[in-house]
């Protein structure tokens, strides 16, 4: 029996002739003083962007699928002795099936199968399974194409897929259902293979009564723990169906009009990012091209802020994720200009620089009263380190990288960062989840004693001493204080499965090999106790894009995740979790409408239409060329709570007050209630605004408002607040100010539906 491995992403031998960054980076800087007229930072940022995607190679990236089959069909037509086609026809078929060539796929499968005959190759059974399904991959994809892509509606890609969401082409359903009953007839403990063909039978109706008893997973799987309500998908009619590769979400009012409007990027080299502006009517129209962001592409994570202190929201682009050596690409700070235009000055204020990455955070840690930024750079393992980054402010639009002169020396494959002051000493602490080694947190020790030498701050790693190392393969994390006790607990996604198997067994009750998300409840101590299990949320959930908000306006913090990963075999539903009063959380997946089968990026919690609920807006698709799809808006239905608006403006504290502290005394039915807030832009994939939205429960009234600003230490009292109404509130000011939101209606889910093409 001859074998060949093959992988669950399939890469060319890797050589990584890499590119020579140095000069690149050089002309960014230059270009103006050599050309005349000069030309703008965007402008610059662009033509480089351009000249590295030109330059990059399918060795250098695995993503590359059409390069990649290039490459393979030149080995083949050259390619004299009939074995070694084997591998090559199988990796041919695995990359235009990435590519979303599905029949050129199976054709490719159908030659490896004549070809191994022919040559009297007995395939092993790890061999057999990953062709066959692959094979049931191709059909089910094109009925994906010719459905959910070609005639989208509400319902496309929703688990359990029912209703308008039924494919009504069902001929590639129909086939991958025959291939995998066949697989399952051999082996009948594939759990890969039964999962797949429960979401091939939901396309076609035939789930669950015509999927045999055996391998049926049970409805009652799916069913949520409580009933949120459903949120209907209007992205379509709203004109936020953006057709593109996985990216980020970044919902904010970027014109000051007090409407909030959208920004996404999609991870491919040459994507273009796009700013939709809310039109105040339920929809929203493209202003790319006038914002000035023509040509800056690619990127797969946005982060807002405000780093000049100017009012208006600027926002942080992060590329090369996943790519490896590849992924050396800059990331860009785009400056909200404040008449509706951006511009990249990324070169100008000291922030070019070349890695892979996809995860920032932006926070006070020295109190100055300017934003600072650290970036988690992704090092692989026996590969060129990419550590990561720490941007001090120099309060005069530029700054200085100083990561190891504040003792963050981080050489490791970095998934995720986010910060919070989690032992309440004024000062935000670090925390770093990280790929296939213990997490990290870093405290906050504040200035660095003259006899440190070389630092100049300190950061502490306490991570084992505090709890908080696991997951090991871990990527999105959050801190937030989920049980309003005052202190920031922690949310780890995990990241790890053997294959789809694992999420099928994990729904199932069965032993699995994935890894499990954790939530550390914060002690008050400087430790933290895993309550995973306590809190349902021991699962393998395989979460990417994450955020936290509130759906129901109860006053406690809810969260999505975005899930999957490349494999196009994770066909997996992204998560919504509710906040049970604080003591745990219950799965509203499917009550919700929130189970996009499709792989889920950037996520965020934001009210487009200003009604006082939180909408939730998520970028969607994979990383391979094919693998692309609509993003998504779930719009709120209401559920009948209070809440208030806080948009924060600081005078000696950061502009926006990201890192300040609220606390909300509300009094009610039930009598009166504490509710605890940061300010900050959510969890490390996805970024919500700035503006704070805090739901209230069933509060008849704000007795008083606690806002400690981050770094300045100011603390105020405003007693003049009312629920359901939207505030300004300044550092200096002794009362809060009213501000007026125009409300509008979202569309009905039935409205036509605008699919937008890249």
């Known amino acids: 029996m001859i074998h060949f491995r093959i992988h669950a992403e399939c890469r060319l031998a890797p050589l990584f002739a890499l590119v020579a960054w140095l000069p690149l980076a050089s002309t960014i800087s230059t270009a103006a003083s050599t050309s005349s007229p000069p030309k703008s930072g965007t402008a610059q940022m662009a033509e480089l962007l351009a000249r590295l995607a030109k330059q990059t190679t399918p060795q250098q990236n695995q993503f590359l699928t059409l390069e990649q089959i290039r490459l393979l069909q030149e080995q083949l037509a050259t390619n004299t002795v009939p074995a070694n086609a084997v591998p090559l026809e199988y990796y041919l078929g695995t990359q235009l099936l990435q590519a979303g060539k599905n029949e050129e796929a199976l054709a490719a499968f159908g030659r490896l199968s004549r070809l191994t005959q022919k040559l009297g190759i007995r395939q092993s059974a790890t061999n057999d399974i990953n062709i066959e399904i692959n094979r049931a991959l191709a059909h089910l994809r094109m009925g994906e194409l010719r459905n959910c892509l070609t005639n989208h509606t509400s319902q496309s890609c929703l688990l359990p897929i029912e209703g308008h969401g039924i494919h009504k082409w069902q001929e590639g359903s129909r086939a991958a259902i025959g291939i995998l009953t066949n697989l399952l007839q051999k082996y009948p403990d594939n759990l890969s293979a039964r999962w797949l063909l429960n979401v091939s039978a939901m396309t076609v109706g035939d789930y669950p009564d015509r999927v045999p008893a055996r391998w049926l997973i049970p409805p009652k799987t799916f069913a949520s ?20 590769l996985s990216g980020g979400s970044a919902v904010e009012d970027f014109d000051g009009d007090g409407l909030l409007d959208v920004m996404v990027t999609s991870i491919g080299l040459s994507d273009q990012m796009t700013l939709f502006h809310n039109n105040g009517d339920g929809t929203f129209s493209d202003r790319t091209k006038e914002a000035g962001l023509t040509g800056l592409t690619g990127g797969l994570n946005l982060v807002t802020t ?22 050396r690409f800059p990331d860009s700070l785009l400056r909200n200009n404040g008449d509706g235009t951006f511009e990249d000055v990324t070169a100008a204020v000291g922030m070019l620089s070349f890695h892979p990455s996809q995860t920032a955070v932006w926070f006070d840690f020295d109190g100055d009263g300017w934003l600072d930024v650290f970036i988690g750079n992704e090092t692989a393992q026996n590969e060129p380190r990419h550590s990561c980054e720490l941007y001090r402010n120099n309060r005069d639009g530029t700054f200085t990288e100083m990561a190891l002169g504040a003792g963050l020396r981080i050489n490791s494959y970095v998934k995720g960062v986010t910060t919070g002051d989690f032992n309440n000493d004024g000062r935000p602490d670090l925390y770093v ?8 947190l870093f405290r906050n020790d504040g200035p660095a004693p003259a006899s440190s030498g070389t630092n100049t701050w300190t950061f502490t790693e306490v991570g084992a001493a505090a709890g908080v190392q696991k997951p090991i393969w871990s990527f999105p994390t959050w801190f937030f204080d989920y049980d309003n006790d005052g202190f920031e607990d922690l949310y780890v996604g995990s990241y790890f499965i053997r294959d789809v198997g694992d999420i099928a067994a994990d729904y199932l009750g069965l032993p699995n090999n994935g890894e499990h998300a954790k939530l550390y409840h914060n002690r008050g101590n400087g430790t933290f106790e895993d309550v995973s299990k306590a809190a349902n949320l021991d699962h393998v959930l395989h979460g990417m894009g994450a955020n936290f908000g509130d759906l129901d306006n109860d006053g406690w913090l809810d969260f999505y995740l975005g899930t999957g990963n490349p494999d196009l075999t994770t066909t997996i539903p992204n998560r ?9 959380f219950q799965d509203v997946t499917t009550s919700g409408g929130f189970g996009h089968l499709q792989k889920g990026h950037g996520v965020s919690f934001a009210d487009i239409d200003n009604d006082g609920d939180q909408d939730v807006h998520i970028d969607m698709g994979g990383a391979y060329s094919g693998d692309i799809t609509p993003n998504a808006l779930f719009a709120n239905p209401g559920h009948g709570n209070h809440w208030v608006k806080l948009q924060l403006v600081g005078v000696k504290a950061n502009r926006p007050g990201i890192g300040a502290r609220l606390k909300l005394t509300l009094s009610g039915p039930t009598g009166e209630r504490v509710i605890h807030h940061t300010v900050n832009t959510g969890g490390s994939f996805g970024s919500n605004p700035l503006r704070q939205e805090i739901g209230l429960g069933d509060a008849k009234a704000i007795k008083s408002l606690e806002v400690l600003w981050p770094g300045s230490g100011t603390r105020q009292v405003f007693t003049n607040l009312e629920p359901d109404r939207s505030y300004r509130l300044k550092e200096d000011a002794k009362v809060a100010e009213v501000v007026p939101l125009k409300t509008f209606a979202l569309p009905l889910p039935d409205a036509p539906a605008l699919i937008r093409k890249p």
């Open 576 to 584: 919504m979790f509710r906040n049970a009063d604080g003591k745990s």
């Open 225 to 244: 723990d409580y009933d949120i309500g459903r949120f209907p998908e209007i992205a379509g009619p709203a004109g936020l169906a953006i057709n593109q």
């Open 433 to 440: 989840s990280i790929l296939g080694k213990p997490n990290q």
């Open 306 to 327: 405000d780093y000049n202190n100017d009012g208006y929201p600027d926002v942080l682009v992060v590329r090369g994720a996943w790519a490896r050596e590849g992924g």
